[in-house]
T-cell receptor, first 112, second 113 residues
Framework: EAAVTQSPRSKVAVTGGKVTLSCHQT?????MYWYRQDTGHGLRLIHY???????EKGDIPDGYKASRPSQENFSLILELASLSQTAVYFC???????????FGKGTRLTVV | GDSVTQTEGLVTLTEGLPVMLNCTYQ???????LFWYVHYLNESPWLLLR?????KRTEHQGFHATLHKSSSSFHLQKSSAQLSDSALYYC???????????FGAGTRLAVCP
């Protein structure tokens, strides 16, 4: 079964600190995504990648960086965390030819 | 750019009543792939329905939706709500060539006894 694993599942970070959210998929999928979930905004795409060592900006990339060191791993990096980045973050993957996207269980990030 | 609109933020229903969650979309592309994802608390969102065929009804787990390209709509329906249907429902549109999903704001469905 398709599996996308996120770590940590929850985190409290200090304003101005660096935060790294990790994602690992065992689906052998080419595409990986980072979404942010906020009430009233739904799921918004931050960054995505369709091949290792390459990332693309999504719809709300400001304040975030991404890294895809291998097909299986995709990280989201907040260099200087801010209060406005408090949210739930979802990683997802999909096959090049398959239009179904498989999500992880999310990471709840609280910036204080 | 592409956008997906879900007009209701919260829908509260009594068990046994019919469900209808609205979804409309805007896009410059003629090909449209529409999806409904369901998200239960503390779980991963997962695919409930998808369609790219105009005017064809798609069904899964008691839910159904029909893509109407003439009205750019893909409303989710169910004949009789169950308590277990309480969840957050996202309508989404697949755009471009990179499997990039655009989600609506989501509709929380609360089914009461």
């Amino acid at each position: 079964e398709a599996a996308v694993t996120q770590s940590p599942r929850s985190k409290v970070a200090v304003t101005g600190g660096k935060v790294t959210l990790s994602c690992h998929q065992t689906n052998n999928h080419d595409y990986m995504y980072w979404y942010r979930q906020d009430t009233g905004h739904g799921l918004r795409l931050i960054h995505y990648s369709y091949v290792a060592d390459s990332t693309e900006k999504g719809d709300i990339p400001d304040g975030y960086k991404a890294s895809r060191p291998s097909q299986e791993n995709f990280s989201l990096i907040l260099e200087l965390a801010s209060l406005s980045q408090t949210a739930v973050y979802f990683c997802a993957s999909s096959d090049r030819a398959n239009t179904e996207v498989f999500f992880g269980k999310g990471t709840r990030l609280t910036v204080v | 750019g592409d956008s997906v609109t879900q007009t209701e933020g919260l829908v509260t229903l009594t068990e046994g009543l019919p469900v209808m969650l609205n979804c409309t979309y805007q896009t410059i592309y003629s090909n449209a792939f529409l999806f409904w994802y369901v998200h239960y608390l503390n779980e991963s969102p997962w695919l409930l329905l998808r369609s790219s065929t105009d005017n064809k009804r798609t069904e899964h787990q008691g839910f159904h939706a029909t893509l109407h390209k003439s009205s750019s709509s893909f409303h989710l329906q169910k004949s009789s709500a169950q308590l277990s249907d309480s969840a957050l429902y996202y309508c989404a549109y697949l755009s471009g060539s990179f499997n990039k999903l655009t989600f609506g704001a989501g509709t929380r469905l609360a089914v009461c006894p």
